[in-house]
């Protein structure tokens, strides 16, 4: 459906659910996406209430003006949008920008929100870490196009990305303009404040995937400090979209949220969701992957040590870079470990080395593991990672407020380092992580004297 407004033409749809008297829920896309996102959520999500989705402007099928944009133009929009709708009130959901907006519209629109449910929402950016995060994605566009862009991001948004998901993304990245995703990119760092954030006196759900390289889990633990009534839930197996990696577990979250509030029965829903959870997680200890590099490179799988020609056409290589680049395209495969060859040879390696490392865990029935792509490589299944253990670790300590807390962790971090870290293998993007993980020590080690 398309409602013509003045200067714009904004793009959205309203599903009614089949009972009466229920609330409205608003669903608000992230950045480079439109609402087709939430389409495989919502018959289940009608069950609970009336459903409005929409394009935010520069994004989908809305039409009006997109540079520059700005938060007062999207929060013209969307109050607009609402009245012409004749809705009184609402629950707002975001995921990633759409939770920054929500979080807006909360403030300007306080007497119209019921609830905010926010997923992998950042807030308060540290400037230079928003800085290296647009070069980074800036280095992904070739020629203006964003299709590289969103090849990269749907690897990290999505856990396991269904070829499904894959189109339905892609299609909606295709959509928005260079300019328009860098300048709303930059608008994501001058969001919210901490303070901002004690503000808020509504109830909010926070929800995040355990498996997002984007959004650590740390984030969601200092947002929870300073809202006033905040419920958080961190998803097994997901990455950062968990409306589409875990969709029955969100609907249930969202669901029962939006009905029952942070209350008993809620809190009991929640128990029985992550006893299903933790049910699910336990059987995965004992069939998790455990690769290990720091100090010497290991593969354990159910307590026993897997052996193999490790050392032979970059095996160990290969599966550390997939532990932690996962998944991988072939070409950032290529350039890291066959670069200097031409790419008829390079491809040529990169096929037999991914063959002689399926052959590895064939032998011992875990090629299940490894899932060969045409584009790209990744692991599937339950993996632990020591590296990205440690980097969690790190991370965690580098937030810590409270001071024994802090010394106890800065304590089993340094227990672990060593000058040369990864002792069997030596490529470069390793050597980058050192010297990464060498500067943060010696900053926490500053703040602690």
Request: proline share 3%; hydrophobic share 35%; with cysteine.
């Given at each position: 459906?398309q ?18 008297n229920?609330?409205?829920l ?16 919502i018959p ?21 003006q997109a540079?520059p ?5 999207l ?22 920008f ?11 629109y ?5 609830s ?22 800036n ?16 690897r ?14 892609t ?5 928005v ?15 919210v ?5 004690k503000?808020?006196?509504k109830?909010?759900l926070?929800?995040?995937g ?7 889990i ?19 197996n997901?990455s950062?979209?968990?409306?589409l ?6 609907v ?29 997680i ?16 290991k593969?354990n799988?159910k307590?026993d040590e897997?052996k193999?020609?490790?050392?032979q ?5 290969l599966l550390?870079?997939l ?14 470990f066959w ?14 080395a ?6 590895i865990l ?5 090629d ?5 792509g ?6 599937v ?5 020591d ?19 802090k010394?106890v ?11 040369r870290?990864f002792?069997?293998?030596?490529d470069?993007w390793?050597l ?17 004297e």
């Open positions: 459906m409602m013509n407004l003045e200067n714009i033409r904004i793009h959205y749809k309203l599903y009614n659910s089949p009972k009466n229920t609330d409205y608003v669903l608000i896309h992230g950045l480079g996406l439109d609402l087709t996102m939430w389409e495989p959520l289940h999500l009608q069950e609970y209430c009336h459903i409005v989705t929409f394009d935010v402007r520069g994004h989908g099928e809305t039409q009006g540079n944009i700005t938060w007062d133009i929060l013209d929009d969307f109050h607009s949008l609402i009245q012409s709708l004749d809705i009184s009130t609402f629950h707002l959901a975001g995921y990633g759409g939770g920054n907006l929500a979080i807006k519209i909360n403030e300007v306080p007497e119209k929100v019921k905010l449910i926010l997923t992998s929402v950042y807030m308060y950016f540290p400037k230079n870490v928003a800085i290296k995060e647009l070069e980074k994605r280095q992904l566009i070739s020629h203006g196009k964003m299709s590289d862009l969103a090849k990269n991001m749907i990290q948004i999505c856990y396991i990305p269904t070829p499904e998901n894959e189109l339905l993304l299609k909606a990245y295709d959509k303009e260079q300019r328009t995703y860098f300048n709303m990119f930059q608008m994501l760092t001058e969001t404040t901490s303070e901002d954030l503000e808020i006196d109830e909010v926070l929800i995040q355990d498996k997002d390289p984007l959004f650590p740390q984030q969601t633990n200092l947002y929870q400090s300073h809202l006033q009534k905040s419920f958080s839930y961190v998803v097994p997901s950062n979209l968990v409306p990696d875990s969709p029955e577990i969100y249930k979250l969202v669901g029962h949220f939006i009905q029952e509030g942070i209350s008993n029965k809620f809190i009991s829903v929640m128990e029985q969701v992550f006893t299903e959870d933790f049910t699910t336990l059987k995965q200890t004992f069939d998790t992957l455990e690769i290990a590099i720091i100090n010497g490179f593969v799988f307590g897997i193999g020609k490790w050392n056409r970059k095996a160990k290589n550390a870079y532990a932690f680049h996962n998944p991988s395209s072939r070409e950032d495969l290529i350039n890291e670069g200097e060859s031409d790419l008829v040879s390079a491809k040529n390696n990169l096929r037999v991914i063959n002689h490392l399926k052959r064939q032998k011992h029935h875990l299940s593991f490894l899932k060969i045409r584009e790209d490589i990744r692991l299944g339950s993996i632990s990672f590296l990205t253990n440690y980097l969690q670790l790190l991370d965690k300590c580098e937030v810590e407020r409270d001071p024994s807390l010394r962790l800065f304590k089993e971090l340094e227990d672990t380092y060593q000058e870290m002792l069997d293998i030596y470069d390793l980058t992580i050192q010297q990464q993980i060498e500067s943060k020590l010696h900053k926490i080690s500053e703040t602690m």
